[in-house]
């Protein structure tokens, strides 16, 4: 079994800045990627950022030139630097893994989510 554990969310101002983290434990034989996706009321979960364990970095259109991903110095750990918060950054932000437990079964587990809130 694998864990993600998030935190780092809160209420900031438009135009101020959040740092996320996710630590991963438990059944971990190898990480291939760590990720985070968001979730606004009303809309569809989406992508915002994530990074391989070879440090391939994708991002959301909507949030490249602000927000930042990366690890750790333990490769289970990852960060999620906001920066210029905009009101539409407004949601619950998840973390995943993808990754192969001791026997080889490829997992993509979820954490519980962390709220952002971006609002005057």
């Known amino acids: 079994q694998v864990q993600l554990v998030e935190s780092g969310g809160g209420l900031v101002q438009p135009g101020g800045s959040l740092t996320l983290s996710c630590t991963a434990s438990?059944?971990?034989?190898?990480?291939?990627?760590m990720g985070w996706y968001r979730q606004a009321p009303g809309k569809e979960r989406e992508l915002v950022a994530a990074?391989?364990?070879?440090?391939?970095?994708n991002y959301a259109d909507s949030v490249k030139g602000r927000f930042t991903i990366s690890r750790g110095n333990a490769e289970t750990t990852v960060y999620l630097q906001m920066n210029s918060l905009k009101p539409e950054d407004t949601a619950v932000y998840y973390c995943?893994?993808?990754?192969?437990?001791?026997?080889?079964?490829?997992?993509?587990?979820w954490g519980q989510g962390t709220q952002v809130t971006v609002s005057s």
């Open positions: 438990g059944d971990i034989y190898r990480l291939i990627a």
């Open positions: 990074i391989t364990s070879g440090g391939s970095i």
């Open positions: 995943t893994a993808r990754l192969y437990s001791s026997s080889l079964t490829l997992l993509d587990p």
